[in-house]
């Protein structure tokens, strides 16, 4: 696995496309021709284009195979984040300026609450799949025994006898099922933020009003 100091250069992509994109956002919004709902459509597109490309992880990935995602979600953020301010805050006039808590108040609960939805959906399909793999292996025991054949080069981890067929089989045989079953689950963990990212894109589609960039 990865320590913490070696999946820097992902969260700090991320961060570097956000400090460049949103000012851009700014400059675009301003324009009174740019409507703020078909940007935000476009930044959920790219949320939901790397939620896809993220839902075909497997075990043999690393590092290098998550920079274009994370491209695509950096961008997404950013694309908006920007218009759901101006949509939330442009119609308002200076005597309701108590009405940013509106805006803020749901940002501020929305993080907490999100972290718990993947929790959850992390700790049920985890449990879920593992159950499914364990089953399996309990179904296809057979397999899991061989001969002693020095020709195999990944032996299994049972011999006939029911005994370890080296020193550690049984720990490596569990490593597999763990790395398996996260695999599974990080896969289902995108899949479901896809499927809430398109509700959201239909929300967008059918209930804002269009917002135009203020002027003085």
């Not at 999946?7 to 496309?17: D, K, N, Q």
């Not at 720990?171 to 899949?191: F, I, K, P």
Request: net charge positive; with cysteine.
């Amino acid at each position: 696995g990865y320590r913490p100091e070696q999946t820097y250069p992902i969260t700090l992509e991320i961060a570097a496309i956000q400090i460049v994109m949103l000012p851009l956002m700014a400059v675009l919004l301003n324009r009174k021709g740019v409507d703020s709902r078909i940007v935000s459509l476009i930044g959920m597109a790219c949320i939901l284009t790397a939620c896809i490309g993220d839902f075909f992880v497997t075990s043999n990935w690393n590092r290098d195979q998550f920079y274009l995602w994370q491209a695509f979600q950096g961008v997404g953020n950013a694309m908006i984040v920007m218009p759901l301010l101006m949509m939330s805050t442009k119609p308002l006039s200076p005597r309701r300026a108590f009405a940013s808590a509106m805006v803020n108040t749901p940002r501020a609960v929305s993080e907490p609450v999100g972290i718990w939805l993947i929790q959850l959906v992390h700790r049920e399909r985890g449990a879920l799949h593992s159950d499914r793999i364990t089953d399996r292996l309990g179904q296809d025991r057979f397999q899991l025994v061989q001969s002693m054949n020095p020709v195999l080069q990944r032996p299994a981890a049972l011999t006939p006898d029911g005994l370890p067929a080296f020193p550690g089989s049984m720990t490596a045989l569990h490593a597999q099922v763990t790395r398996q079953t996260a695999t599974l689950t990080y896969s289902d963990d995108w899949l479901i933020i896809a499927g809430i990212v398109v509700c959201l894109m239909v929300w967008v589609c059918v209930l804002p009003v269009r917002t135009y960039p203020p002027r003085i």
